[in-house]
């Protein structure tokens, strides 16, 4: 294959999914600019190792290029250094999906800026978590391909977002109060 | 162990929730969550904020799509687009044929990526049909999270179909799809496209589907599936009436549905 056709290629395969290789990138990142960098820095990559992808599943292939893109990046490193850990210990939460609370989560629905606190609570929550939420809900990605991006086991894909559900929703009440 | 036989418990329901509303689950687990929620109020309103959890943020999480300038900047920084300019009179002498050939191959990918950036535009700007879609999303939405699926709640359509007399110029077919796996669980009024229609909501697995139907001028048409943050929308038109039908279940699971109304309705 010649450069420009692989170029071809890489633009019909792996470009049009650069809106979810953004979003994912942003939503880890947490800033514009180095999304945008750790996009091009994938991209780049995902060029470098075109030759290995099959050619089915490019949002998933580009993805999982992103996502370790980030993790090995200065971006990664800059945001753990201001990132005081989270004690999931500290935060009590078991009860809040439960029946005693019931009326709370849609009180929270019903909020007017009930999108600007849904953002500010995923942003909120650790990466590990953020990235199943942003893979499932927005990218609509099944359990097998989250697997494969995040480079985890099925079952730790089921056990976390269930604890990342439990988490955001109790970020979510917090915030309502 | 036979998978009629087995029984989940709160601990173990509470567990297979969350995996359960991604229809994650194997077929027994999944029979044996549906069982203790039809048993357990506490689990099953544990099930409906999750849900509603989850249809939240799919309305209202942004996705943060790439500015337009980030695709040139991605291309320019490949090799290809430095190398082929630098390398490519050298390389080019002999083969005339087949560079005439690379050539023209060249041409066809370019105008197929051009008509593909076209489509895409055109596609971006909201024809009626996506505006519709979006209003009967947002409706579908709006159902889970408020926990206001039905007005009429009842599996007997004698019951379901006289709720509507009355309130409607028109008169839907209302059928039941218990034995296709497709259970009706009641009905409601919705106002869209600037009139009321009838709204079937039925189940399958732990996923509701929302038939909207309402009278229309247009021909008979097949199915149109239309997908939207990972929610599934299938529309048709048949005998004089508009159908769209959303859920987050599985495509070929609606589409299943879609042709099962399509045959009685």
Redesign the interface.
Known sequence: M???????R???LV?PH??A???LA??LARS?QD??DV??EA??RA?KFFDSFQGQGGRVWLLSIVRNTFYSGSVYRKTQAQCVPFDESLHDYAGD???SA?GS??RV??QRD??RQ??QA?EQLPLEFREV?VL???E?L??KEIAAIAEIPIGTV?SR??RA?KL??HL?LQEAK | MNAEEYAMDCQECRAHLSAGLDQELDDSKTQALQNHLVSCANCRQAYMALQGLSAHIRAHAPYRDARAHLAARVMDSLPAQQTSVRESPAQQPPARAPRWNALSMGTVFASLLALGVSVSLYLAVPTPQQQLANEVLASHVRSLQVDHLSDVASSDRHTVKPWFNGKLDFSPQVVDYTTEGFPLIGGRLDYLDRQNVVVLVYRHRLHSINLFVWPTASKDSGLRTLDQRGYHIVTWVARGMNYWAVSDLAGDDLNTFARLVQQHG
């Open positions: 010649t450069e420009v056709e692989q170029s071809r890489f633009q019909t470009l650069l809106n290789a953004f979003n942003r939503w514009d999304a945008e996009v091009q991209c780049l060029y999906m439960d029946s019931s989560p849609e629905l019903m009930a999108a849904l953002e995923l939420i499932r809900e927005l609509d099944s359990y089921m977002l269930a559900r955001l929703a979510l």
